[in-house]
Every structure is written in structure tokens, then in C-alpha cells.
Nanobody, 115 residues
Framework: QVPLVESGGGLVQAGGSLRLSCAAS????????MGWYRQTPGNQRDLVAA???????NYADSVKGRFTISRDNARNTVYLQMNSLKPEDTAVYYC?????????WGQGTQVTVSS
């Protein structure tokens, strides 16, 4: 089991910004995907953004142009810069590490956007 520790959630007003961070500890296989998912009560966990170790990215349509994912491969860390936040972005955000055959998850961090 690979520990993933995430931080950066909080309460912000609509239009504000937050930056989430997630760091994986231990020896991580260099070829992987790190990303962010979010989940609201009673709903499935949906992809927000993901980035491969090679630099390819994928974003949910709902966050394109507002959120930016980035990585520091040397430090096994992934970030999510969230700008122009909307109330519908309110959710628990989970960091994900995908390596061939395995998925690892962070503990979740609450993002609440007030109107």
C-alpha cells in the first residue's frame, strides 16, 4: 500500500481559488498516472483531471479552462490549481495514483464553495 497524503481543501466563496496538493511516499514506479477525482454524497467518484508521468493530461469538461493539473515527478507530487470556483465544485476531492495493476487513493479533502 502506497500512502498518499493530500491537502489544500477548504471553504471559499464563488469565484475564488484553491490549490490542492498530493504527495506519494515510498518508491514509486516512474511510469504512472496521477490525478484528482471528486465525489458528492450519493454519487459516484468522477474524474476531475489526470496527468501521466509523460505529461499527457485529461480534464473533465466541467473544469476545462478553470482547473490546471501539474506534477513534480521527482517528488511524486501532483497539484490541482482550481480557479473561478463554482458552488457545483463542492465535493470531497481524492488524489489517485494509478500504476499498472493498482490504484491508490488519498484520504480525501473537502472543498466547499459558497454562493
Amino acid at each position: 500500500q502506497v500512502p498518499l497524503v493530500e491537502s489544500g481543501g477548504g471553504l471559499v466563496q464563488a469565484g475564488g481559488s484553491l490549490r490542492l496538493s498530493c504527495a506519494a511516499s515510498g518508491n514509486i514506479f516512474k511510469i504512472n498516472i496521477m490525478g484528482w477525482y471528486r465525489q458528492t454524497p450519493g454519487n459516484q467518484r468522477d474524474l476531475v483531471a489526470a496527468m501521466t508521468s509523460g505529461g499527457s493530461t485529461n480534464y473533465a469538461d466541467s473544469v476545462k479552462g478553470r482547473f490546471t493539473i501539474s506534477r513534480d515527478n521527482a517528488r511524486n507530487t501532483v497539484y490541482l490549481q482550481m480557479n473561478s470556483l463554482k458552488p457545483e465544485d463542492t465535493a470531497v476531492y481524492y488524489c489517485n495514483l494509478h500504476i499498472v495493476g493498482s490504484d491508490y487513493w488519498g484520504q480525501g479533502t473537502q472543498v466547499t464553495v459558497s454562493s
